[in-house]
């Protein structure tokens, strides 16, 4: 059986090689011969995850929806598999309305279409580029869109209106419970709902009360949007309000659903939740009501899942943890895991004792810190000439690496706004360049020459002051150090993309060594625990 046997596209003319005795086609009838709903695969970078669940997907036939978390992965998977048949769809604001067509100006999205008001457009049933598109991907038996898409579908629009599914493949599946816990958030700006609703959102009030507020609130929200849709002309800022009630209306219908939610089913996440009788967090701020959930268990089938008969997770890093997170009982999945088939000596990730990082370092330990920084950059970028990345965590660290470097003519530098102007620049560069940024872990991949090593100068630990994140922690006593460790094998993996790539990676950080590796050794995958070489030096490093 060859990749063409299956329709994939001729750029993959062979099955790539997992092991000795391996190849992707095995990782196929793995997950083909299963009968459980739910599939995890666990595929570092170099097994060809795609490569798999597209072959799976021909393999086993019906229609299949591919879900990514990223518009640069949706792009690439769409340019790699269009040749097979895959069709892509994407939010409204990605395509322009034709309704404003004059051929002199820049189209709005078609999220702004004068439809959404209720206003008849003669390009709705034919001609309008996002429902041509939506018909197209309804028409087709292999659709690629991304998770807020297909969340934003099952809520607000015809849950079929790309279709029914035979299977769901969840890409970059470790970040699929944290992507459908923001997407159930309730979020209620004061000025906000003053602004359209003329209501007054409640202060400090506990959930029953919310609820009854919310009900309220919703028959306020649809009358207004009735009348608005009434006299709703096509400018754009009459369609605009329209839109902003109709988006009211959702988070106030979730609110009001709020009687519904309820504990968690799943054993091994025991609900808990201070002040209320639900899994639910509230937090008030003088501006804002936000409500979320501890766990989003209970909304997995209804905004991801979709009733689909056969679901596949894939990353490099998801584990059994992250079908927990999603409410999956470990009897409904089979997990399969694979080795990377990059040779060790290409990808090794040096633990280089240097001074535990955090808030309380001394004076001493941040110089010790920042100057090994440097000495990297010396051995690797001045002396070898070559490109590199320091994972910085914040932006804060990133400043202070960059004041406090020797070897700013090669360094990098960029804030939120300019991100990915800074990392196009970085990766042009030729000769030696080192990137600062807290903000390339995931959704960015730097192959060959763009990056021959990396600095994780902190473990990754997220930010766990918000209530909700305490509640999870405290819930699940892994949970924080899940998130960093799946974090940190992320930003590990940014170098290294095909047999002949190698990349160095340096954690520079001691609480890895000191205690959160070896607390939570379970928690890696195999072929990243392979790679870890404790050195006591960095002239230790070839
Ligand atoms: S159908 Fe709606 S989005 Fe499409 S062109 Fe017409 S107004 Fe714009």
């Known amino acids: 059986m060859f990749p063409s046997d299956l329709n994939l596209p001729p750029k993959f003319s062979e099955w790539r090689r997992i092991d000795?005795?391996?190849?992707?086609?095995?990782?196929?009838?793995?997950?083909?011969?299963?009968?459980?709903?739910?599939?995890?695969?666990?595929?570092?970078?170099?097994?060809?995850?795609?490569?798999?669940?597209?072959?799976?997907?021909?393999m086993l036939g019906g229609r299949t929806l591919v879900l990514t978390d990223s518009k640069n992965l949706q792009d690439q998977l769409y340019r790699d598999f269009a040749p097979m048949g895959l069709v892509e769809i994407k939010g409204q604001s990605n395509y322009g309305c034709l309704y404003f067509d004059d051929g002199r100006r820049t189209l709005p999205g078609c999220d702004e279409g004068p439809c959404h008001a209720s206003i008849q457009c003669n390009y709705r049933d034919k001609g309008c580029r996002y429902y041509d598109a939506v018909r197209r991907a309804a028409g087709s038996s292999l659709v690629i869109a991304?998770?807020?898409?297909?969340?934003?579908?099952?809520?607000?629009?015809?849950?079929?209106?790309?279709?029914?599914?035979?299977?769901?493949?969840?890409?970059?599946?470790?970040?699929?419970?944290?992507?459908?816990?923001?997407?159930?958030?309730?979020?209620?700006?004061?000025?906000?709902v003053f602004k359209l609703l003329g209501l007054e959102p409640l202060r400090n009030a506990d959930i029953d009360a919310w609820v009854e507020w919310g009900g309220e609130a919703l028959r306020v929200c649809n009358d207004r949007i009735e009348a608005a849709c009434a006299s709703a002309s096509a400018y754009r800022e009459s369609v605009a309000i329209v839109r902003r009630l109709k988006s009211l209306r959702g988070e106030l219908q979730d609110l009001v659903w709020a009687h519904t939610w309820r504990r968690t089913d799943a054993?091994?996440?025991?609900?808990?939740?201070?002040?209320?009788?639900?899994?639910?967090?509230?937090?008030?701020?003088?501006?804002?009501?936000?409500?979320q959930p501890v766990w989003a268990t209970a909304y997995s089938e209804k905004y991801l899942f979709g009733g689909i008969p056969s679901v596949v997770m894939v990353s490099a890093t998801v584990t059994p943890k992250d079908?927990?997170?999603?409410?999956?009982?470990?009897?409904?999945?089979?997990?399969?895991?694979?080795?990377?088939?990059?040779?060790?000596?290409?990808?090794?990730?040096?633990?280089?004792?240097?001074?535990?990082?955090?808030?309380?370092?001394?004076?001493?330990?941040?110089?010790?810190?920042?100057?090994?920084?440097?000495?990297?950059?010396?051995?690797?970028?001045?002396?070898?000439?070559?490109?590199?990345?320091?994972?910085?965590?914040?932006?804060?660290?990133?400043?202070?690496?960059?004041?406090?470097?020797?070897?700013?003519?090669?360094?990098?530098i960029h804030d939120p706004s300019n991100t990915r102007k800074t990392v196009e620049q970085f990766k042009r560069a030729s000769g030696a360049a080192?990137?600062?940024?807290?903000?390339?872990?995931?959704?960015?991949?730097?192959?060959?020459?763009?990056?021959?090593?990396?600095?994780?100068?902190?473990?990754?630990?997220?930010?766990?002051?918000?209530?909700?994140?305490?509640?999870?922690?405290?819930?699940?006593?892994?949970?924080?150090d899940y998130i960093a460790?799946?974090?940190?094998?992320q930003m590990a993996g940014r170098g290294v993309r095909s047999e002949s790539d190698f990349c160095n990676t340096y954690i520079i950080d001691d609480n890895f060594a000191a205690w959160f590796f070896p607390r939570n050794r379970d928690l890696v995958p195999k072929w990243f625990r392979s790679a870890i070489r404790k050195v006591r030096l960095l002239s230790e490093v070839a």
């Not at 192959?447 to 902190?458: N, V």
């Not at 460790?485 to 094998?489: A, G, S, Y």
């Open 323 to 412: 079908a927990g997170f999603l409410g999956i009982p470990p009897s409904y999945y089979d997990y399969f895991q694979y080795p990377s088939p990059f040779p060790l000596s290409t990808r090794p990730v040096y633990i280089v004792p240097t001074a535990r990082v955090g808030r309380s370092m001394s004076v001493g330990e941040t110089r010790i810190w920042l100057s090994r920084i440097d000495q990297i950059i010396a051995k690797e970028a001045v002396d070898r000439g070559v490109k590199g990345i320091i994972h910085a965590r914040s932006y804060e660290r990133a400043r202070q690496i960059f004041a406090a470097s020797e070897h700013k003519d090669l360094l990098m």
């Open 485 to 489: 460790m799946v974090e940190l094998i």
């Open 434 to 480: 080192v990137l600062i940024s807290p903000a390339v872990s995931t959704g960015h991949d730097f192959p060959l020459d763009e990056c021959r090593f990396q600095i994780i100068a902190k473990v990754p630990f997220i930010d766990n002051r918000p209530a909700v994140i305490q509640a999870r922690a405290k819930s699940d006593r892994k949970y924080l």
């Open 267 to 291: 054993p091994n996440i025991p609900a808990w939740i201070p002040g209320t009788a639900t899994d639910w967090i509230i937090e008030e701020t003088p501006t804002m009501a936000l409500f």
């Open 146 to 192: 991304n998770y807020a898409y297909w969340m934003n579908v099952q809520k607000f629009a015809d849950p079929e209106s790309i279709g029914v599914f035979d299977r769901i493949i969840l890409d970059e599946a470790h970040n699929a419970a944290s992507t459908l816990a923001d997407f159930v958030k309730v979020t209620i700006d004061r000025a906000h």
């Open 20 to 58: 000795s005795r391996r190849t992707q086609y095995d990782a196929i009838i793995d997950a083909a011969s299963s009968d459980k709903r739910f599939i995890i695969l666990n595929a570092p970078t170099g097994v060809g995850k795609s490569t798999i669940y597209m072959g799976l997907a021909a």
